[in-house]
Antibody
């Protein structure tokens, strides 16, 4: 059974970088698509980007200058880095897996991790 | 960007009632819409994909319909465990977007 687990600091200072890890068990990240999605206070959801089975990436243009998604296939982990954060980046961050190579629904999600941006 | 508008924002119902939740896209997206349920302090759960395709393990009281710009998630005879927030998400464009959600609450 595929399982995803986010980890990383729960508090980040403004202007610094937010770094999160998604650890995957039960399925190889060299298959399918792996994404980051966040939910803001007030319930708005935003797709941030994904990394594919081949390592190619796609990002939300609204974040393109600040975001990077990378992976370590030896550890079966992928990572989110968001630079120059502000209080507007306070959100619960989820990692997720697409349902299939040609199926862009998200069938598998991590439990989510709350990141607060505050000095 | 494709904007998804969900209505109503909040729906108050009595258990046993049947309900329909709406998601309208700002342009035609064929059937590239997916529905999620999110309970408090849990991660989203995929209910329906590509407008009407059922998901293994999801109760049969959940169904989806629509194409183009107008989509509906129907719940036949709401149960107590169904009270949560429902989101639609489109994958027609490479910039995936979500609707703002419909909160289903107990009347």
């Amino acid at each position: 059974e595929v399982q995803l687990q986010e980890s990383g600091p729960g508090l980040v200072k403004p202007s610094q970088s937010l770094s999160l890890t998604c650890s995957v068990t039960g399925y190889s990240i060299t298959s399918n698509y792996w994404g980051w999605i966040r939910k803001f206070p007030g319930n708005k959801m935003e797709w941030m980007g994904y990394i594919s089975y081949s390592g190619s990436t796609s990002y939300n243009p609204s974040l393109k200058s600040r975001i990077s998604i990378t992976r370590d296939t030896s550890k079966n982990q992928f990572f989110l880095q968001l630079n120059s954060v502000t209080t507007e980046d306070t959100a619960t961050y989820y990692c997720a897996r697409s349902s299939g190579y040609y199926d862009a629904s998200f069938a598998y999600w991590g439990q989510g991790t709350l990141v607060t941006v505050s000095s | 960007n494709i904007v998804l508008t969900q209505s109503p924002a909040t729906l108050s119902v009595t258990p046993g009632e049947s309900v329909s939740l709406s998601c309208r896209a700002s342009q035609s997206i064929s059937t590239s819409i997916h529905w999620y349920q999110q309970k408090s302090n849990e991660s989203p759960r995929l209910l329906i994909k590509y407008a009407s395709q059922s998901i293994s393990g999801i109760p049969s009281r959940f169904s989806g319909s629509g194409s183009g710009t107008d989509f509906t998630l129907s719940i036949n005879r709401v149960e107590s465990e169904d009270f949560s927030i429902y989101y639609c998400q489109q994958s027609y464009s490479s910039l995936f977007t979500f609707g703002s959600g419909t909160k289903l609450e107990i009347k």
